[in-house]
């Protein structure tokens, strides 16, 4: 162990800028002796020396290098903890590494550990790809929390912090796929009511990978402007989800006056607070399996373009 004032003489950092990476960034927090005094140890001895090497040689910030050393400290616990998660060969191997994934990060958030969960994330998006990450992974572990938090599993919290953790992670993905001008313009929204929207976002991202520019509204939308965003911006499919049936009467009511102001709208329903709809809503319904999607998607699609 050593003193703050054997650091300072190791490394060549006074003994006020280790005080201030401390306490303004949290960079490299040492145990205390009981008298208040501060312990480093070897390991954080050569973090220090490795964040002096970045912000005097390489001219990294200090608040960027504290970032990047709490990312490598994040993929080491990953890796300490779950190993190292390799891709094996074979169809069946992949699947059952994909479902001992899904665990991990299901262990990981539910523990509330952000940067791991982050940190495992990249490595899925590596080993798996955006398909098997989104549709296996993220969609089923959003399903898990829901059942769980039904069946009294896992608390609301816990609930409400991983089903905002996959929402935010899926949102980086508006901004990557690129917009086919040729392809019609979507809106993607939930009536008002219906705060649930996670379901919304995976589809939305469906569309905008393969080339829609769709304008996410979210949650809880209110029937105000909706008319004139639609009409000024050429939108011509309307995406709504709903997860409340007890919303369904009056989301019906609230589809069928936008639907009169604008008679060439086509309209995609989704969620479970959509069944058992009488025609003609019925026949707006997404298929509910997502391997179903895709041909959905070119017989609709192909009607519209």
Known sequence: MYTIKQVSE???????????WENRYNAVVPSRTDSGYRLYNAEQLEELRWLKDQTEN???????????????RARKRVSLEFGD???TDGDDALIGSQQ???????VLLSEFRTDEAHTL?????????YEAMVYNILVQLMIRVGDEWEQGLISVAQEHYITQFVIQRCFRFFTVFPVNAALPR??????????????????????????????YLGPDTPEDG?????????????CISLTNKILQEQTILFIDRLAAGLPNLEFVLGGHGFSGLPRPYSSWLLPPS?????????HRISKLS
């Open 186 to 215: 979507a809106i993607a929204f939930c009536p008002p009511g219906e705060h649930h929207h996670a379901g919304l976002l995976i589809f939305s991202l469906f569309l905008r990978k393969r080339g829609l520019e769709v304008f």
């Open 121 to 129: 994330v990249e490595i899925g998006f590596t080993m798996f790809g």
């Open 226 to 238: 909706l008319h004139t965003i639609i009409a000024s911006h050429n939108v011509h499919m309307a």
């Open 10 to 20: 190791k490394l060549g950092i006074p003994s006020v800028t280790l005080r201030a």
């Open 290 to 298: 997502i391997e179903s999607w895709d041909q959905w998607f070119c």
């Open 85 to 87: 998660p390799g891709i």
């Open 100 to 106: 001992e994934y899904l665990e991990k990060l299901y």
């Open 58 to 72: 390489n001219g990294v910030p200090i608040s960027r290098a504290v970032e990047l050393l709490k990312q490598h």
